[in-house]
């Protein structure tokens, strides 16, 4: 820092917008949705500030319409991963000396273009390449990622704030350096924002990246490369690859340089990645830092007191909003028996009135699910729970993959609480719900314990405090985001910051000074004023 303790502008969350009929939101969004829908585009790779074609590429194509071609990518070798291996690291001296006010002003810029003139290409791209409802590509490609952006600038500035006491003849200071060699980030399909912010939050506190998307958002990480690009990111700072997930991971860790990984994804890949990692611990420089945010199997407890209406609710919209594809959707619920009637009779109703097709048509709730392995994966368990004794859907149970991967919202109603589908993250519109005995509440909690290995979200629904005292005590160690008397998803970057235990991650919190604190490798620097000239301490005297 140069010539003044600079203050931030004070993050404040980007409000929602609503998108309802007549809006300026709406016509924009949907004018330039059908403007993508209709051009095709070519996705280069981004590697040291140029645009890399290969010529070996791939389509990009819409969930909800798999034969409409929207466009194509460039598909890596593996000397363009090492390329931008070796460029983020050329970039790495001059991006890690500049005052941290230039690099937030970099990204505080890339926040309000994207809440500004990319809000409706970022919206409409999600909506296409991840079928998002316009207002699950708002919460999560606008105002998440604004917030994310914004806030770690201020997270970034608290950090710095940090200082060790010092005294009058010694002052202390501690430097948050960069990590030494560059670092991965490794993004899910899921959502837009978390696959900028992992990359971007690195790179904000003074890291050199390698980032490589998932296959299916490369439609709207193209929007967010467009972004960072206006918004001034200097050449090798953020370098994109896309490709071969294996070859290009294997290249990035075979580097002695390679000194992070940032992963948000599935709890089997990440595992993957960390044996990697671990197989070549002594060739590297520098110990790695390893954050991943991974898989859950989230749960919703209901007690005897709590209002079915608001159970039924929380059930439907923390399992079906983006067609359960949020990590911290609902997929176990347990419900007492003395309201299940009116929560199983409201949740069908809800399912029934739900519309289900293309995100361009804004009446539509649910829309596709994101490819074909993942539709077949959900069919199967669907066929399953059809045939198995221990398993009964009450509503929904159809799937179609003519034109998009359709499957309806399904509600599976378990009799053994440990059947397959409350167990496995099936990462869908399907919830498995178990009905226990109303007086048996502390062995039911003892039953979510125990259940799954996850430990990412989860919500308790109750009238009286004892038993939600009660839950929050058993369920320590379930869910790193607990929520009591709402749905398990919706957090929001500054209030909630979010991340699970167990299989489900480091929880190093994104959204948060704590996931931050990863990429940074403080130095400790002791100045001492008077310099002792005699070994000799006081007490050697006479
Ligand atoms: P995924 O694990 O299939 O893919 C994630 C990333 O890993 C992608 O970029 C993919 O290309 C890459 N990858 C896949 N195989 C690889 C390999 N062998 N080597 C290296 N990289 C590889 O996950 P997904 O389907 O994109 O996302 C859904 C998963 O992510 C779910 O399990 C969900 O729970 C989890 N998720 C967790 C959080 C969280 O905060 N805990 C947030 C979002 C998503």
């Known amino acids: ?46 590697i040291n500030g140029n645009h890399i074609t290969t010529g070996n590429t791939k389509t990009m194509s819409a969930p909800h319409d798999h034969q409409h071609v929207v466009g194509t990518y460039h598909l890596a070798e593996k000397s363009h991963v090492e390329e931008a291996i070796s460029t983020a690291l050329a970039a790495r001296s001059e991006w890690a000396e500049l005052p941290w006010e230039q690099r937030a002003g970099i990204f505080l810029k890339a926040a309000e273009l994207i809440a500004g003139p990319y809000r409706a290409k970022i919206n409409a791209a999600t ?14 490609a ?11 600038v201020q997270f970034m500035t608290d950090i710095y704030h940090e200082q060790p006491d010092s005294t009058s003849d010694a002052w202390n200071r501690l430097e948050y350096r960069p990590l030494e060699g560059f670092v991965y980030a490794v993004t899910p399909f899921n959502f837009t924002a978390i696959a900028a912010n992992l990359p971007a939050c690195m790179a904000m506190m003074g890291n050199v990246v390698v980032w ?9 990480a193209k929007i967010i490369m467009d ?6 990111v200097p050449p090798g700072v953020i370098n994109v690859v896309f490709g071969d997930p294996v070859m290009i991971t294997d290249t990035v860790m075979d580097s002695p340089d390679f000194s992070g990984l940032h992963f948000t994804g599935s709890t089997y890949i990440f595992k993957e990645l960390w044996k990697k990692i671990g197989n070549n611990i002594h060739n590297y420089k520098t110990y790695p830092r390893i954050v991943g945010e991974t898989g859950g199997k989230d749960f919703i407890v209901a007690h005897k007191s709590a209002n079915p209406k608001q159970v039924a609710t929380a059930i439907i919209r923390g399992s079906f909003e983006f067609q359960g594809q949020k990590c911290s959707a609902a997929s176990r619920a347990y419900i007492p028996s003395n309201i299940w ?11 029934k009135s739900f519309k289900m097709g293309s995100p361009a048509d804004l009446n539509n709730y649910i829309t596709a699910v994101i490819h074909e392995g993942s539709f077949d994966k959900l069919a199967k368990f669907i066929d399953q729970a059809k045939a198995d004794n221990d398993a009964e859907i ?19 109603v378990a009799s053994d609480p440990k059947y397959t589908t409350m167990c496995t993250e099936l990462f869908g519109p399907v919830i498995t719900i178990y009905v226990y005995d109303e007086n048996k509440f502390s062995e039911t909690l003892k039953l979510v314990d125990e259940t799954s290995e996850y430990a990412l979200t989860g919500a308790i629904l109750s009238t009286d405090r004892y038993a939600i005292q009660e839950a929050t005590k058993a369920l320590q160690n379930c869910a790193g985001n607990f929520y009591i008397n709402d749905k398990p998803t919706g957090a929001v970057v500054g209030q909630q910051p979010f991340g699970g235990a167990r299989a489900s991650g480091t929880n190093d919190k994104a959204g948060s000074a704590l996931n931050l604190l990863r990429w940074v490798s403080p130095r400790m620097i002791k100045e001492t004023f008077v310099t002792p000239t005699d070994y000799r301490y006081p007490f050697l005297g006479e």
């Open 1 to 46: 820092m140069g010539k003044g303790f600079f203050n931030v502008p004070v993050a404040i969350n980007e409000p929602v917008k609503s998108y309802a009929p007549g809006s300026p939101e709406r016509d924009a969004v949907l004018k330039t949705y059908n403007t993508m829908w209709n051009s095709q585009i070519d996705v280069p790779m981004y």
């Open 127 to 140: 909506m296409i390449a991840q079928s998002k409802t316009v207002h699950q590509a708002e919460i999560d």
């Open 142 to 152: 606008s105002c998440e990622l604004i917030d994310f952006l914004r806030f770690n």
């Open 212 to 220: 490589k998307p998932s296959d299916s958002q490369i439609f709207s």
């Open 227 to 232: 972004v960072f690009e206006e918004a001034g």
């Open 341 to 351: 009637d009116e929560v199983k009779s409201q949740v069908i109703e809800d399912v």
């Open 394 to 412: 009450i509503v929904g149970g159809n799937y179609d993959k003519s034109k998009g991967y359709f499957i309806e919202p399904t509600v599976i």
